[in-house]
Nanobody, 115 residues
Framework: QVQLVESGGGLVQATGSLRLSCAASGNVFTISTMGWYRQAPGKQRELVAAITRGGDTNYADSVKGRFTISRDNAKNTVYLQTNSLKPEDTAVYYC?????????WGQGTQVTVSS
């Protein structure tokens, strides 16, 4: 089994930055793609960014140019650098890992952007 623990959320003013981290443990050798999703109140969970083990990335259009996903395979950790934050980025951010084709989720970390 794989476990994910997120950190780095918080309250920030618009145009500010936060760095989210997600550390994986357990059977980490089974992990292929890792990513970040978010869910705002009353909305569906949506993909923010994803990264393969080889480093290929994919971003939601709404965050392109502002967010950067990276991955340290040696530390089994994925990061999300969020810059130029907007109030509409406010959401619970969830780390995701694909483990042998099964989605594993972290507990989520709240990001709140004030205007």
């Amino acid at each position: 089994q794989v476990q994910l623990v997120e950190s780095g959320g918080g309250l920030v003013q618009a145009t500010g930055s936060l760095r989210l981290s997600c550390a994986a443990s357990g059977n980490v050798f089974t992990i292929s793609t890792m990513g970040w999703y978010r869910q705002a109140p009353g909305k569906q969970r949506e993909l923010v960014a994803a990264i393969t083990r080889g480093g290929d990335t994919n971003y939601a259009d709404s965050v392109k140019g502002r967010f950067t996903i990276s991955r340290d395979n040696a530390k089994n950790t994925v990061y999300l650098q969020t810059n130029s934050l907007k109030p509409e980025d406010t959401a619970v951010y969830y780390c995701n890992a694909r483990s042998w084709g099964v989605d594993v989720w972290g507990q989520g970390t709240q990001v709140t952007v004030s205007s």
